[in-house]
Nanobody
Framework: QVQLVEFGGGLVQPGGSMRLSCAAS????????VGWYRQAPGKERELVAR???????NYADSVKGRFTIDRNDAENTVSLQMNSLKPEDTAVYFC?????????WGQGTQVTVSS
């Protein structure tokens, strides 16, 4: 059984930083594309960043230069370091991956950027 669990959300002031982590069981992040998505109230879920098997990273234009996605193969985790946070980054952040069995999502973690 595959399970993804996100950690690290909360409240942060504009301009601040926050680090999210996603831990997987039942699937190896190193063997699959892993993405961070977010969904703000009233908006569709959008891709924030992703990292491929070969560690190629892609970012949404809105977060380029501020967010960094990394993978720790030994711990089977993927992190999202978020710097220079803005109120518009407020959303529920989800970890996502998949293999031949299907697509998997974590339960999400709330990130609120507010003064």
């Amino acid at each position: 059984q595959v399970q993804l669990v996100e950690f690290g959300g909360g409240l942060v002031q504009p301009g601040g930083s926050m680090r999210l982590s996603c831990a997987a069981s039942g699937i190896a992040f190193s063997e699959n594309l892993v993405g961070w998505y977010r969904q703000a109230p009233g908006k569709e879920r959008e891709l924030v960043a992703r990292i491929s098997r070969g560690s190629v990273r892609n970012y949404a234009d809105s977060v380029k230069g501020r967010f960094t996605i990394d993978r720790n193969d030994a711990e089977n985790t993927v992190s999202l370091q978020m710097n220079s946070l803005k109120p518009e980054d407020t959303a529920v952040y989800f970890c996502n991956t998949g293999d031949w069995r299907g697509t998997y999502w974590g339960q999400g973690t709330q990130v609120t950027v507010s003064s």
